[in-house]
């Protein structure tokens, strides 16, 4: 038996037994199917199940979980409360982490920061730190009561990104991407940044588990764009192989691809034959995306000399407009350091400099290009944090711990309600007094405004109708949509 024999009789186990369910019933399938059941998964976008309001959308995850009170959740009377204890009526009981449960006290920290109200909307913000971010008030559809079951990291960062605290499931960016489709064919669907802080002194792990496609097929997965060097792992040719050598190499692999295919009937292969094909297609676009210093003088008075340095936030997020214009139609920035157990007052003003101007900035470069009222952008973390202090504190410094039980995120554009406030706590940040907005209903609002029913946006998995808000009866909030 030759190789190519070899090739063409080759299964896996699972692919063996998979197939030996239903043999004359798959080979019937396919011999009236033909030529279009090799290429089902090129079809994987399902489209919009009613018109969308956005159309692209362009996520800023703040990994560690930033301190709401310390930001948007303002809470003047608890400076009467300073190094006193937590009321027990407040906590009520409820879960702490390790890192603080075997405290013997729980002193309050009122926030060091001055607060304003800012746009007509009078949203009380930080404004010693968010200048810039203050201008767009009006713009921003502000949510103060989000809540979340996880109270450590990667269980929060997993649930936030796939409606499961458990890995293994599709990310936002991978549902976008399977129920929209591409807008160009030589870019990736879903692109992932990863922003380097300016402050690094806690630093949560970030994993490709976080883009995964789960069990949506390989072509939904995130495609990690890199800081430094080549923006994709070996997308250019090696020293010597010209552009027509390239090409029919991936010919031929991808004409090997199609007869294992055929035998087999592994979708995986077929993702493979487009990831080869789109890799050679980005060998042309994505240099022309990555050069920045194609840009105007003024678009870097906008988002600052911070985004000519690669890595940067500002750079991430003038990368992420520039992904947008040209049809990507989910943009995944993380940024680190939001982990706040200690050195608040030394970190904080840090971790705001850089999101600051540049997302003041990424929704004015929106505006002025048409393109605000159809992209979606998101800000926040997992969780938020709590009003008591975690270790030493004092009026000018403080740490404070995880806190699942409400914290503050906001969205811009893309069919949200700009200078809506949703959302209440009590005195002290630490419980939801009005309008609780869990995570699921969160979703269910972002899938509503890409034009999905949450509960009827699936995808048929080990006899599953699969979702993102899982089993949850989650539904989309109508005041936090235009």
Known sequence: MNILEEWNTYQTRRQMFARG?????????????????????NDAAMGPQFAPKAKRVIYLHMVGGPAQMDLFD????????????????????????????????????????????????????NSDLLPFLARNADDI?????????????EPAICAMQTGNQITGRPCLGSWASYGLGSMNENLPTFVVLIATPTNREQEQAISSRLWSNGYLPGEHAGVSFRSKGDPILFINNPPGVPDSVRKRTIEGLNALNEINYKQVGDPETHTRIQQYEMAFRMQASVPELTDINSEPEHIFKLYGEEARKPGTFANSVLMARRLAERGVRFTQIYLNNWDH????????????????QPCHALIEDLKQRGMFDDTLIIWGGEFGRTIYSQGGLTKENYGRDHHPRCFTMWMAGGGSKGGAIYGETDDFSY??????????????????????????????????????IGINPAKPVKALIA
């Open 431 to 468: 419980n939801i007094v009005k309008d609780p907005l869990h995570i699921s209903d969160f979703h269910a609002t972002v899938l509503q405004l890409l034009g999905f029913h949450a509960d009827r946006f699936s995808y048929k998995f080990q006899g599953l109708d699969a979702k993102l």
């Open 74 to 125: 303002y809470k003047p009377g608890m400076q009467a409360f300073y190094d006193k204890d937590l009321p027990p009526s407040i906590r009520n009981g409820q879960r702490l982490t390790t890192m603080t449960s075997g405290q013997a006290r729980f002193p309050i920290a009122p926030s060091k920061f001055n607060f304003a109200q800012r746009g007509k909307c009078g949203m009380w913000m």
């Open 141 to 153: 559809c502000w949510m103060r009561s989000l809540h979340t079951e996880a109270i450590n990291h």
């Open 21 to 41: 369910k239903n043999v004359l019933g798959g080979a019937a399938l396919a011999s009236l199917l033909g030529e279009s059941f090799a290429n089902a998964s």
């Open 341 to 356: 157990h200690s050195n608040v007052g030394g970190r904080m003003p840090s971790q705001c400099k850089d999101v600051d």
